[in-house]
């Protein structure tokens, strides 16, 4: 695993502030809040969530009701991008038990089922400037897994 050398950079604190982190994603993803996935994902992720809430009908819930596993770090990799400038990359594996319901707009429950979790793994991207201390660590993306 590549040792990042930023200051006051933690394995362990990465992994659960990425966890909340997602948390914060799917509850602002669900609630329609485009101002807090602006404030945590990368432009194209943010884009691609805001342009899903533009064009859904009705209204959803999510709700996480517990962790499955500790999130973890499955990938790591920096790339240069000139003299003085590198782009790191993480990939957290995060598996939880979650609900969903979507409602119609008559608030008809369409799909899911709010008080039926499923287990859920995901494999979500960060990314931040790591040679810049002022950049922050953001949702990039998702992975799929492959088959």
Excluded: H
Excluded at 33 to 60: A, H, P, V, W
Excluded at 82 to 105: F, R
Aim: proline residues 3%; charged residues 30%.
């Amino acid at each position: 695993m590549l040792r990042l050398r930023r200051k006051g950079w933690n394995k362990a604190d990465f992994e659960r502030t990425a966890e909340s982190c997602y948390d914060l994603m799917n509850e602002a993803f669900a609630k329609g809040d485009k101002q807090t996935l602006e404030t945590i994902c990368m432009s194209g992720m943010y884009s691609k969530l805001k342009n899903e809430i533009k064009n859904r009908k009705g209204r959803f819930e999510w709700k996480k009701t517990r962790t499955l596993a500790p999130p973890t770090i499955v990938q790591a990799r920096i790339g240069k991008l000139g003299k003085d400038m590198s782009l790191g990359q993480l990939v957290v594996k995060i598996e939880q038990e979650q609900a969903v319901a979507v409602y119609n707009k008559a608030n008809q429950l369409a799909a899911g089922d709010i008080s039926k979790p499923v287990r859920v793994k995901e494999y979500i991207v960060f990314q931040c400037m790591v040679t810049d201390p002022n950049s922050r660590w953001m949702i990039y993306g998702k992975l799929n897994e492959g088959k």
